[in-house]
């Protein structure tokens, strides 16, 4: 899979699942190309192309993964680009405090278990069918007998049930969750407080993490409809409810797509729902450290990184791009060293 379908699963709500449990607004998601390094601000690679997939930093240490998609490898690599943990898992998500969740593989299983700095597993390495990133003092965790999801706390407990078809991490600000009840085809999104009290009754088919005081909804289950919007902590719709797709918001802008006589282009709007950004670009990311990434219109369909002005400070030259992260950014092709 490109990177740039992967990376526009993660912002296209339509695909929920993947959506919250690779961590939307609070981690980024992976993706998956060949000779993936990391850039700076200015462009200069810091750590050469050396990677198949990879994640954005978190506290110092990148998911990074060398194998392929059936048999991969996945460890943690510093900012330095040197091995924090060794290539040993088949599955890892960003350390949050102070720990990450990994799948490991013990003979014929997997399951995802906590693991520390140093690679210790925590919680006596009780095991779980999914896990997520602790936020809020609280992670989602999918049971490894039924599957379904609940949450448990910094100590490795589980807080109440697990109830949820889907169950996503907590907003840092607003401290809601998203939770999907009902299954998988005919369920519904709501979102719970870090109580597990319901705040937002389920009746979204689709949702993402709030951040910034908004979360995006697709308001029905055509996945062809124009139909999506954002919804601020009280549920109630009040940007969009028409728009192609949308990201979420960071920093004060949110990535929108529309139609329009050229076809589908994407732009920034502001909290008031005014274009800051006009839609003009093929793709296009949330902005994070003050820079976004982009996809400009044309036949190579390259990447570059724009300001809140919509001027480029990178230009497009890459294959694929993420977002910077700690003061970096995963990048394909351009001038990225190998």
């Given amino acids: 899979m490109k990177m740039s379908k992967q990376k526009q699963a993660c912002r296209v709500i339509a695909l929920f699942a993947i959506l919250v449990l690779l961590i939307l607004a609070c981690a980024g998601c992976s993706f998956g190309m060949n000779a993936i390094g990391f850039i700076d601000r200015e462009g200069n690679t810091v750590i050469p192309g050396l990677f198949q997939m990879v994640q954005p930093f978190h506290e110092g240490m990148a998911g990074v993964m060398l194998g392929n998609s059936s ?157 999506y919007g954002f919804i601020d902590p009280k549920g109630d719709l009040v940007l969009g409810g028409d728009y192609v797709e949308c990201g979420p918001f960071h920093e004060g802008l949110a990535p929108v797509a529309v139609k329009t006589e050229e076809g589908t282009r994407w732009g920034y709007i502001d909290d008031s ?17 003050g820079l976004a990434g982009v996809q400009a219109i044309g036949d190579k369909g390259l990447y570059g990184f724009i300001d809140k002005t919509g001027a480029y400070i990178l230009e497009p030259i890459y294959t694929d791009a993420s977002d910077f992260s700690e003061g970096l950014a995963a990048v394909q092709g351009g001038n990225l060293k190998k």
């Fill in 273 to 289: 729902g005014a274009w800051v950004i006009e839609p003009q670009f093929a793709n296009a990311m949330s902005f994070s450290e």
């Fill in 71 to 227: 048999d991969p490898y996945w460890g943690f690599t510093d900012v330095q680009g040197r091995t924090a943990i060794g290539l040993q898992f088949a599955n890892v998500r960003p350390f949050y405090d102070g720990c990450a969740p990994v799948k490991v593989r013990d003979k014929k299983q997997m399951y995802w278990v906590y693991i520390d700095k140093e690679g210790n597993q925590l919680f006596d390495g009780k095991k779980f069918a999914d896990a997520s990133v602790f936020v809020n003092g609280l992670a989602p965790v999918a049971d490894y007998d039924t599957g379904m999801y609940g949450y448990i706390n910094r100590q490795g407990e589980l807080v109440g049930t697990c109830d949820y078809s889907v169950a996503s991490v907590f907003s840092e600000t607003d401290r809601l969750a998203l939770v999907r009840v009902g299954g998988e085809e005919l369920g519904l999104c709501g979102y719970i407080n870090t109580d597990l009290d319901v705040v937002i009754e389920p009746k979204y088919y689709y949702g993402g993490t709030f951040s910034d005081g908004f979360a995006v909804v697709k308001l029905s289950s055509d996945e062809d409809a124009a139909d």
